[in-house]
């Protein structure tokens, strides 16, 4: 099974800043890497696939990048609504796999 | 508009059975792969199963083989996860979610207790 490791585990940042988020693999995922983020109380909202792609409706101010087994997601400037717990997922073998979560919270 | 809705979780003693259901509207729901995922509190996401669009093929996690069985009526729209012999330790919310390599669209989410 591929591991996904996110880091850090907690980032407190202030609104205005920028995050900047990490997933590695255990071993290479090529492309097949999405993103999601989850408010408490909610289901997860994709944001970015197959590494960089941006979803439907998702600001340009997310965006994804990395390949193999390095990847990031880079939130240019951070609002008020974008604090939240942030998710990797992997899809490789018929098996799919989550990152443990980054918690993005206000400094 | 996409739209998933969970049914059927509640409280089950360790050893019983649910069966739950996600209603799906606003897309062609035979055209795409369907999945369970789910989320102990305060926890992260784990995958649990999938099936692809015409209900031939299903994945399943290992903590849930051989217990877990999903399936799908594409007349009715509807996705299923039979769960038998549940432990403490499948107490989750079950979301179902749409996608091949990724979920683009997730439901609410329903609550299953397994407790005695």
């Known amino acids: 099974e591929i591991v996904l490791t996110q880091s850090p585990g907690t980032l407190s940042l202030s609104p205005g800043e920028r995050a900047t988020l990490s997933c590695r693999a255990s071993?290479?995922?090529?492309?097949?890497l999405a993103w999601y983020q989850q408010k408490p109380g909610q289901a997860p909202r994709l944001l970015i696939y197959?590494?960089?792609s941006r979803a439907t409706g998702i600001p340009d101010r997310f965006s994804g990048s990395g390949s193999g087994t390095d990847f990031t997601l880079t939130i240019s400037r951070l609002e008020p609504e974008d604090f939240a717990v942030y998710y990797c997922?992997?899809?490789?073998?018929?098996?799919?796999?989550f990152g443990q979560g980054t918690n993005l919270e206000i400094k | 508009e996409v739209q998933l809705v969970e049914s059927g979780g509640g409280l089950v003693q360790p050893g019983g059975s649910l069966r739950l259901s996600c209603a799906a509207s606003?897309?062609?729901?035979?055209?795409?792969?369907m999945h369970w995922v789910r989320q102990a509190p305060g926890k992260g996401l784990v995958w649990v199963s999938r099936?692809?669009?015409?209900?031939?093929?299903?994945t399943y996690a290992d903590s849930v083989k051989g217990r877990f069985t999903i399936s799908r009526d594409n007349a009715k729209n509807t996705l299923y996860l039979q769960m038998n012999s549940l432990r403490v330790e499948d107490t989750a919310v079950y979301y179902c979610?749409?996608?091949?390599?990724?979920?683009?669209?997730w439901g609410q989410g329903t609550l299953v207790t397994v407790s005695s």
């Open positions: 997922q992997q899809y490789g073998s018929s098996s799919y796999t």
């Open positions: 197959g590494a960089s």
């Open positions: 099936i692809n669009s015409d209900g031939s093929s299903t």
């Open positions: 606003g897309f062609t729901f035979s055209s795409f792969w």
């Open positions: 979610a749409r996608g091949g390599n990724h979920f683009d669209s």
């Open positions: 071993q290479s995922v090529a492309s097949y």
